[in-house]
């Protein structure tokens, strides 16, 4: 791979897949609701801690990004390209790889964290936060559907710049954090592979 990020589609990144360190961006609770064979989960928010450990992954072979939809791992990918780490990302995410058919590895019933995917977790706390404003506004003071507004402003900012401040934040919740054991051990794996 080149020095700047490279998109694979999903049947190429299956055929592909013994030979590729597979790095899952998501949180958590979304890897373990399913993830590509052999994925390793090291979330976006981590992603600048775990660059040594990256950097040998991709001395050593090719390293593929993978989250929901593509766009957490095209921006790992930048941030990885920044530091001159070669990577590529995986286009449509987990969602393009189960649509063609392709098998999501979902760990033993007991070593899962159930919760909601992080895009359902925006669209509810959205959704939460814009009727609470509406509600506020029409029973309090009406200046209080300025949370209404202020989220509708963040949603249009989110789709331009590609970028969610909202997710940012539920991403730091004890809910969507890895354990301290087993990020160490994503990251024992990475150096050891």
């Known amino acids: ?43 976006l928010g981590h992603i600048r801690s775990a660059l040594p450990e990256i950097r040998h992954a991709a001395e050593r072979g090719d390293v593929l990004l993978v989250c929901a939809s593509g766009a957490r791992s095209e921006n790992a990918c930048e941030l990885l390209a920044e530091q001159g780490i070669p990577t590529a990302t995986l286009a449509g995410g987990t969602g393009a790889w189960a649509a063609e058919g392709h098998d999501l590895h979902t760990p033993a019933a007991g070593d899962t964290r159930a919760g909601w995917s992080l895009e359902r977790q925006v669209r509810f706390t959205a959704g939460s936060l814009v009727l609470l404003g509406i509600l506020l506004g029409l029973l309090v003071h009406p200046g209080l559907l300025l949370i209404s507004a202020g989220i509708a402003g963040g ?4 789709a331009l710049t590609n970028t969610c401040g909202m997710a940012a934040v539920l991403g730091k919740l004890p809910h969507n954090r890895p ?11 990475l150096r050891n592979r």
């Open 179 to 189: 354990r301290a054991a087993d990020l160490d051990a994503t990251l024992a794996a």
């Open 1 to 43: 791979m080149t020095d700047t990020p490279v998109t694979l589609g999903a049947g190429h990144a299956r055929t592909r897949l013994h030979e590729l360190t597979v790095i899952d961006v998501r949180t958590p609770a979304e890897y373990a609701s399913g993830h590509l064979p052999g994925a390793l989960n090291i979330p």
């Open 155 to 158: 949603l249009v900012f989110s």
